[in-house]
């Protein structure tokens, strides 16, 4: 079992920054692809960013290519999704999952999520 913990959410203005973060809780973090996935209110949970275990491959939704960058630090088992020129499109709870091989199809492990808010 993983568990996963998504951190720094928050209410920014569009054209604003912020940082999420998710730590795991297994040393086998590395044997996971980790992605980011989003929902916003009345909408179906969408793909945003992925990145291989190793940190070598990364693969990105059109709608956030250029503005937002994946990262993993497997020494401290999280991962990090920076988000740069926010729009209010992108409010939404944001949610980690870890899954296996690359490209991943399914999705083992969830975190809580936490909510991003930009304001226009």
């Known amino acids: 079992q993983v568990q996963l913990v998504e951190s720094g959410g928050g209410l920014v203005q569009a054209g604003g920054s912020l940082r999420l973060s998710c730590a795991a809780s297994r040393r086998t973090f590395t044997s996971y692809t980790m992605n980011w996935f989003r929902q916003a209110p009345g909408k179906e949970r969408e793909f945003v960013a992925a990145?291989?275990?190793?940190?070598?491959?990364?693969t990105y939704a059109d709608s956030v290519k250029g503005r937002f960058t994946i990262s993993r630090d497997n020494a401290k088992n999280t991962v990090s999704l920076q988000m740069s020129r926010l729009k209010p499109e992108d409010t939404a709870v944001y949610y980690c999952?870890?899954?296996?091989?690359?490209?991943?199809?399914?999705?083992?492990?969830w975190g809580q999520g936490t909510q991003v808010t930009v304001s226009s």
């Open positions: 999952a870890a899954s296996r091989g690359w490209p991943s199809y399914a999705y083992d492990y």
């Open positions: 990145i291989s275990w190793s940190g070598s491959s990364t």
